[in-house]
């Protein structure tokens, strides 16, 4: 079993950027596909990218590629959410989530596990 807990979140302006962070407890991490997802308010959890064991695959959302990018290091059992160039619509609650077996990456019921998710509000 794996606890994860997000940190990072907060308020930016529009065009501004944050790094969202994911601390996974146990000493497997380097075992799990990890998947970061978003809840904005009367919407569906969807997913924003995702990233392979070893952080040699990484798999976007198709509206934040060029401005999200996705990254792990093994070692600190931490997984990582570089956004940049920031819009309105980014705002939403953002949730980490892992997975031992991934056909889909951007499948919410292939992960096992989930964080309490951490809060993103950009400002117009």
């Known amino acids: 079993q794996v606890q994860l807990v997000e940190s990072g979140g907060g308020l930016v302006q529009a065009g501004g950027s944050l790094r969202l962070s994911c601390a996974a407890s146990?000493?497997?991490?380097?075992?799990?596909?990890m998947g970061w997802f978003r809840q904005a308010p009367g919407n569906e959890r969807e997913f924003v990218a995702g990233?392979?064991?070893?952080?040699?695959?990484?798999y976007y959302e198709e509206s934040v590629k060029g401005r999200f990018t996705i990254s792990r290091n093994n070692a600190k059992n931490t997984v990582y959410l570089q956004m940049n160039s920031l819009k309105p619509e980014d705002t939403a609650v953002y949730y980490c989530?892992?997975?031992?077996?991934?056909?889909?990456?951007?499948?919410?019921?292939?992960?096992?596990?989930w964080g309490q998710g951490t809060q993103v509000t950009v400002s117009s």
């Open positions: 989530a892992a997975s031992r077996y991934i056909t889909d990456y951007s499948r919410r019921n292939e992960y096992d596990y």
């Open positions: 146990g000493r497997t991490f380097s075992t799990y596909h």
């Open positions: 990233i392979s064991l070893s952080g040699a695959g990484t």
